[in-house]
Nanobody, 124 residues
Framework: QVQLVESGGGLVQAGGSLRLSCAASGRTFSSSAMAWFRQAPGKEREFVAAITWSGRDTNYAGSVKGRFTISRDNAKNTVYLQMNSLKPEDTAVYYC?????????????????WGQGTQVTVSS
């Protein structure tokens, strides 16, 4: 399994930007697709973005497409989520997910490892 630790969350005004990081330990990081999910208060956890093991392909939820960018640095065992033009509805705990045997997964069940989450709060 891969151990995942998120960082970079915080409080930001609407229209602002944040960059989340997810540091991974374990030998399978560079061979696994990675993803970000989020869970807002009172709502179910939802898919945000995913990236293939090589970084060649990405996939985004419609609500964040054009505003968020997922990337990875396999040399640093880290995946990132650049979030621009943030909206109050982006407020949530953001989770990093990894350890998947699939090429570009977007379902929670397709990931074997999860981080603890980092809080993102966007004020209006």
């Amino acid at each position: 399994q891969v151990q995942l630790v998120e960082s970079g969350g915080g409080l930001v005004q609407a229209g602002g930007s944040l960059r989340l990081s997810c540091a991974a330990s374990g030998r399978t990081f560079s061979s696994s697709a990675m993803a970000w999910f989020r869970q807002a208060p009172g709502k179910e956890r939802e898919f945000v973005a995913a990236i293939t093991w090589s970084g060649r392909d990405t996939n985004y939820a419609g609500s964040v497409k054009g505003r968020f960018t997922i990337s990875r640095d396999n040399a640093k065992n880290t995946v990132y989520l650049q979030m621009n033009s943030l909206k109050p509805e982006d407020t949530a705990v953001y989770y990093c997910a990894g350890d998947s045997p699939y090429y570009l997964p977007r379902s929670q069940a397709e990931f074997g490892s999860w981080g603890q989450g980092t809080q993102v709060t966007v004020s209006s």
